[in-house]
């Protein structure tokens, strides 16, 4: 039969045989924030404070006339906070996601690039993770020089659960 496909070459890949993650980092920690939670990555410039706040909030800013609350992930799992988040006109990294009808900014130190990884490849969280990291974890891929650890944003952008923490 001519002019029909061959099917030498295997199965096709199936899309939803993979997971698809943006990758930022905290520290020396790589984290995946499944893709179809992120609406923009985008570098900050002005933050205003929110009086009272948790320290997680680090304010609230102005992305394309949409008020956001804007989260630093660093304090969010416990890490320590460097200087230049208390400098409010400093640039910050954030990412940007949708949380029960409300905008959120992440604030990160880095974003890498988009991976997709098989779903197989998935693994449940390491019993010696960090509590606080635990709780906001979905579970980890071993990447070859290192730990991908997949973020549940729900819980991140829970603000209630770290209320009664």
């Known amino acids: 039969m001519t002019g029909s496909p061959s099917h030498d070459q295997g199965p096709a ?3 939803a045989d993979s997971l698809d993650y943006v990758t930022v980092r905290i520290g020396g920690q790589l984290l995946g924030l499944p893709i ?3 609406r923009d990555v985008f570098i ?5 404070l929110v009086p009272g706040a948790p320290p997680d909030i680090v304010g609230l800013l102005n992305l394309r006339g949409r008020i956001v609350t804007a989260i630093c992930l660093r304090s ?4 320590p906070v460097p200087e230049t988040l208390d400098q409010r006109h400093a ?3 954030a990412i940007g996601l949708d ?9 990160v130190d880095a974003v890498g690039e988009v991976v997709r990884l098989d779903r197989s490849t998935l693994e449940p ?9 635990a709780a906001l974890a979905g579970g980890v891929h071993r990447l070859p020089h290192e730990l991908l650890v997949i973020l549940d944003l ?3 952008l829970d603000l209630d659960l770290q209320a009664a923490a």
């Open 154 to 156: 729900d819980a991140v």
């Open 36 to 38: 179809e939670r992120v």
């Open 13 to 15: 890949p199936h899309f």
């Open 99 to 107: 949380h029960r009808g409300e905008a959120y900014a992440l604030i």
């Open 44 to 48: 900050t410039h002005r933050i205003t």
């Open 125 to 133: 969280l390491p019993v010696n993770l960090d509590r606080t990291w």
């Open 76 to 79: 969010r799992l416990g890490c």
């Open 91 to 93: 640039e910050l990294t």
